[in-house]
């Protein structure tokens, strides 16, 4: 009994130390789950990139529901974890409240805009991405008509939407986008069967493209658009891979760079606001094997043109947050 | 609006309309012989991730179709102990059934495939296709009629055909057999069928493993029919919406596919039109979403016709006081 009594406490003494001995990042995950092929799956595999480089750990949890994310916060925070890095807009208000309880715990927040003074906001110049994939999308399509699939709708969602029109009108000034949201609650991020027939609908329409920009839901925009014979844009993370030949690209928002510089700054983590768009390499879109034969010259062509120019300042893609208006149907 | 629209709207409302009616039916089945059951949600969730599992491990989506089944009867079998055996709260034993689900699967899924809660991607045999009925290519070019027969009835999975008879075939086990008459009278007067010498716990059983079986086939087609592979809490409420049908149907087979149908269209005109404009008025999507809870409110407080739930329901058989 002795014995076990000891084992007991030098294991119990083991974990403490393990807890307290570094400030260990923290990476908190949206709703859509860790493995969503999408904007959370990328902000893991930067987290894994900065733990394979350094050899050190990280903490992480994937949420499970709303009323979890205060609880995972503070409870990383009161852990001694540092720097925490969540993903998503719908940490916003929480991290507002819990941020200012823990002065010496360094926050930061991709895709929303949080004022305190521990705080690296990251966002993503998404309608700058979103345009250059809707001038590709508008070149492929022979229809001439292309659509958008969303996720959610909130504002963030509808900038994509607005980047991506902007971009079709750019090639096409006739083309017509067809733009759905799959709902209003977070369900939406996790509903392929929508997805599906959104996309069903589309193309019963003339869409012979279709941008997804919607979590989990965008799996099924991809199956049913390789099934139906058309192409489909994948969104955050590649996904080429999933239907190859299939997929023209992918929008690319680098989260897992932020994460990773977030991580490789640790406590020094630089606060305040951090936009990352086309002019520094957080917003681009994919090319890869996959999609080489789907890509022509003319296009990769324009779009190169196309992302010279707004890292030049040339070109300004209207950003819907900005005024909750897009100037383009 | 032409034939064509009308035709692509009606057509995806027979899509989204099947996994509710088999939900639907099976609730009704177990409901009418006693055993509320708020669960579909979860037996279909685990079917779902069972059939796209073992379609993906097997490369058979025959198999996944059994093994959807057998874990959604699984679940019903845990139901039917809770509930039946041990006599505890059917409605709590449904709510942990749907929470049970949702965890489990992902739990498996990232198990055995390591992709976050998700199956890999269904090819070929793995999935079910939509078949082509006989003469559907010939008689598509007659005015009218050849598009309806070509685009709406003929080219869907055969769980769509499956689930479509299940209907005719539920009204006449219930309405038309002695095992149907027993079932619903275990759940009118349960005590009447105990002094007849018919075993009550034996029919509500059964009851039970219909309203599993159902569940299975309705998560398999979500996962191997309509799409191709497991997402997780890909179910997203359906199990609930096709509860608001059974009640919206008052417990009945034929008007269960009348409810399921018009639930169906709603949502396939909510993903086809984001907003609807009536003569000036624009109706909101959201509208159209929240539109069978709505219809089932209004059922319940009685505007439209009572709903009345059989009378047993939700109470647990005690032989002797």
Redesign the interface.
């Known amino acids: 009994m002795t014995l076990m009594q000891k084992f007991l406490a030098s294991a119990a003494a083991a974990t403490l130390c393990a807890g307290a001995a570094v400030a260990e990042p923290a990476l908190i995950f949206d709703l859509g789950g860790k493995f969503d092929k999408s904007f959370n799956e990328a902000a893991f595999a930067g987290a894994k990139r900065w733990a394979d480089e350094t050899g050190e750990t990280f903490r992480e949890i994937e949420l499970q529901s709303e009323a979890q994310r205060e609880q995972a916060l503070r409870r990383f925070a009161e852990n001694g974890n540092n720097p925490i890095v969540m993903t998503g807009f719908a940490f916003g208000n929480v991290l507002g409240e819990v941020a200012p309880d823990y002065p010496d715990t360094k926050f930061a927040i991709i895709d929303m805009v949080v004022d305190a003074p521990n705080v690296r906001s990251v966002v993503f110049n998404e309608h700058e991405g979103s345009y250059l994939v809707g001038m590709m999308a508008a070149m492929a399509s022979e229809s001439g008509t292309v659509g958008f699939i969303g996720g959610m709708d909130i504002p963030l969602i509808r900038k994509f939407a607005c980047g991506y029109v902007q971009g079709v009108k750019a090639v096409n000034p006739d083309a017509t986008v067809i733009q759905n949201m799959t709902g209003t609650t977070p369900a939406a991020w996790n509903d392929p069967v929508k997805g599906s027939e959104l996309t069903k609908s589309q193309i019963s329409q003339g869409a012979d493209v279709v941008y997804a920009a919607a979590g989990g839901t965008g799996v099924g925009v991809l199956q049913t658009a390789a099934d139906e014979g058309i192409l489909s844009v994948g969104v955050d993370s590649n996904q080429n891979y999933l239907h190859p030949g299939k997929v023209l690209t992918s929008m690319l928002k680098r989260v897992d760079n932020a994460v990773y510089d977030a991580m490789t700054a640790g406590t020094d983590l630089e606060t305040g606001i951090n936009v990352m768009g086309v002019a520094n390499g957080g917003i681009g879109y994919a090319m890869d094997d996959y999609n080489a034969e789907l890509i022509s010259e003319e296009m990769k062509a324009a779009a190169d043109e196309a992302a010279a120019k707004i890292s030049s300042g040339e070109l300004t893609v209207h950003d819907y947050m900005s005024d909750n208006a897009c100037p383009v149907e | 609006m032409d034939l064509?629209?009308i035709l692509?709207v009606l057509d995806?409302t027979v899509?989204?309309a099947t996994p509710l009616l088999l939900a639907c039916l099976a609730g009704l089945f177990s409901e009418r012989a006693g055993i509320f059951d708020i669960g579909l949600e979860g037996k279909m969730l685990a079917a779902a991730f069972f059939s796209a599992a073992v379609a993906s491990l097997t490369g058979s989506v025959w198999m996944g179709l059994l093994a959807g089944m057998a874990a959604s009867l699984v679940l019903s079998g845990i139901h039917g102990l809770a509930s039946i055996t041990f006599r505890g709260n059917q409605l709590i034993s449904g709510v942990a059934i749907n929470f049970l689900a949702a965890g489990m699967t992902?739990l498996v899924a990232q198990d055995w495939f390591s992709?976050?809660?998700?199956t890999p991607?269904l090819m070929g045999g793995g999935r079910f296709e939509g078949i082509t009925l006989p003469l559907a290519e010939t008689l598509r070019d007659v005015p009218v009629l050849g598009p309806i027969y070509y685009e709406l009835i003929s080219g869907h999975s055969i769980l769509v055909y499956v689930a479509f008879l299940t209907v005719p075939l539920s009204w006449w086990i219930l309405f038309r057999t002695r095992f149907g008459l027993r079932l619903r009278a275990v759940g009118e007067n349960p005590a009447a069928v105990d002094t007849a010498g018919v075993s009550v716990i034996g029919l509500r059983f059964a009851a039970v493993a219909i309203c599993g079986v159902l569940c299975g086939i309705a998560g398999a087609y979500?996962a191997t029919g309509?799409?191709?592979?497991f997402?997780?809490?890909?179910t997203?409420?359906r199990g609930y919406i096709a509860l608001a049908a059974l009640i919206f149907a008052k417990w009945r087979p034929w008007y269960a596919l009348y409810s399921c149908l018009l639930f169906g269209l709603l949502?396939?005109v909510a993903?086809?039109y984001?907003n609807i404009e009536l003569g000036g008025l624009v109706i909101p999507?959201?509208f159209m979403?929240a539109l069978p809870y709505i219809l089932t409110v209004v059922i319940l407080a009685g505007f439209v016709g009572k709903a009345i739930p059989p009378r047993a329901g939700g109470e647990p058989y005690v032989k002797e006081r």
């Open positions: 064509m629209t692509q995806s899509r989204l992902v992709q976050g809660g998700r991607s979500l309509l799409q191709a592979g997402v997780k809490d890909m997203a409420g949502q396939a993903l086809r984001q999507v959201q979403d």
